[in-house]
């Protein structure tokens, strides 16, 4: 499925200098796209980007097993946890 082909549904509009649309144009012509097709397709690049970034942690092999270490410590609530725990149990009635 080739999502700059199919059929389209929603619209966005973009309000840019003349200088930046030939910019654009230049760069979809050295691709052989419409300006459409190349703003599309360069957007999605980096919004899986910018999503990847906010959605997958990268550990070094360090903070790996410190992570991991942690994950095995037994559960340990402190007051503050417990007092807030205490008070949410009282306040909200569970389905």
């Given amino acids: 499925m080739n999502i700059i082909t199919d059929t389209k549904q ?11 649309k030939k910019t ?24 899986e980007k910018t999503i990847s970034e906010h959605e997958i942690i990268r550990l070094n092999s360090h903070d790996a097993e410190a992570f991991f270490d942690a994950l095995a410590q ?9 007092r807030a725990l ?7 009635e569970s389905k």
């Fill in 74 to 82: 037994p559960i340990q609530f402190n007051d503050k946890l417990l």
């Fill in 86 to 92: 205490t008070i949410h149990s009282q306040n909200v």
């Fill in 24 to 47: 654009l144009e230049r760069a979809a012509g050295f691709e052989g796209k419409t300006i459409s097709s190349f703003i599309l397709s360069s957007a999605l690049v980096q919004a």
């Fill in 10 to 20: 929603d619209r966005i509009n973009l309000r840019l200098r003349h200088d930046v």
